[in-house]
């Protein structure tokens, strides 16, 4: 039986007009902050899922909302949504197209390119926009830290806090927030891991505070570089997992999910109409 399809608009994807910002907590007017962050994508009409309902057995009711212009959270202030945006956003997007001309281009590469970046920029920006992707706003570890350091470049990236990257060539977006998993698939006794997700193509971050995961490349290698540095930084080309790895629930992997994880999103185009 075909699945019903309902259509919802911005349930989980902002708050009033006016409140605390996600970063600073500065009590003020809230703007939008688009995840991931225009720039890097094409920003078209979206129709916008919950995570959580696309593993629901028996689930027969798609409920989804639409968005005229990608994935935008109504969370953060003016001051740190402009100061992302034009101070660390330019890295993570001119990182972003040139490995989508890599995967667009039909040629021939080695199996392992490099690609000169400015990674600390590129941290800030991934860690500034999953900040912004929720809704409550707390003093869990993860975004105490964020706001700790996300917009003082003065100050190090914490030594808790490991993003790691692969290619991700899929035509849809995942923003996966306050989640634990296994360290290491199919062995629940290695330890549990606190992460997040920005998925988006043509690359995935996960963001962990542990040291390592399943042999993907570390961005957070480069931690003590200032935002302006760069460095020839790795590209595994051959690398390709399923879209909805890591966080996916099966029998080599487990989620143990918060309140926020509930409101994961993932937006794919827009259905044109028949």
Request: proline share 6%; charged share 30%; aromatic share 10%.
């Amino acid at each position: 039986m075909k699945k019903k399809r309902f259509v919802r608009h911005y349930v989980t994807t902002k708050r009033e007009k006016a409140g605390p910002c996600n970063i600073c907590k500065t009590h003020t007017e809230l703007t939008w902050d688009h995840v991931p962050p225009k720039g890097g994508i094409d920003l078209t009409a979206v129709e916008m899922e919950k995570v959580s309902e696309l593993f629901v057995v028996g689930h027969d009711e798609i409920k989804f909302s639409e968005s005229q212009n990608g994935v935008k959270y109504r969370t953060v202030c003016k001051s740190c949504n402009e100061t992302i945006g034009h101070r660390y956003d330019p890295a993570l997007n001119e990182f972003s197209l040139t490995v989508g001309r890599y995967l667009k281009s039909g040629l021939s590469f080695p199996r392992v390119v490099h690609h000169r970046a400015k990674p600390a920029a590129m941290i800030r920006a991934i860690l500034g926009h999953l900040a912004a992707a929720k809704i409550e706003i707390d003093d869990c570890p993860f975004d105490r830290n964020v706001r700790e350091f996300v917009l003082d470049e003065d100050k190090p990236i914490p030594d808790d806090i490991f993003i790691f990257y692969w290619l991700y060539p899929y035509e849809q977006s995942i923003t996966m927030r306050d989640f634990a998993m296994p360290t290491v698939r199919g062995n629940f006794s290695t330890g549990i891991g606190f992460c997040q997700v920005l998925k988006y193509f043509p690359i995935a971050y996960l963001v962990i505070n542990k040291p390592a995961y399943e042999g993907l490349e570390e961005l957070t290698r480069y931690r003590n570089l200032s935002v302006d540095e760069e460095v020839e930084i790795p590209i595994l080309l051959d690398r390709v997992e399923h879209a909805h790895w890591p966080e996916i629930v099966d029998d080599y992997n487990i989620v143990l999910a918060s309140k926020t994880t509930g409101n994961a999103i993932l937006a794919k185009p827009k259905r044109k109409k028949r």
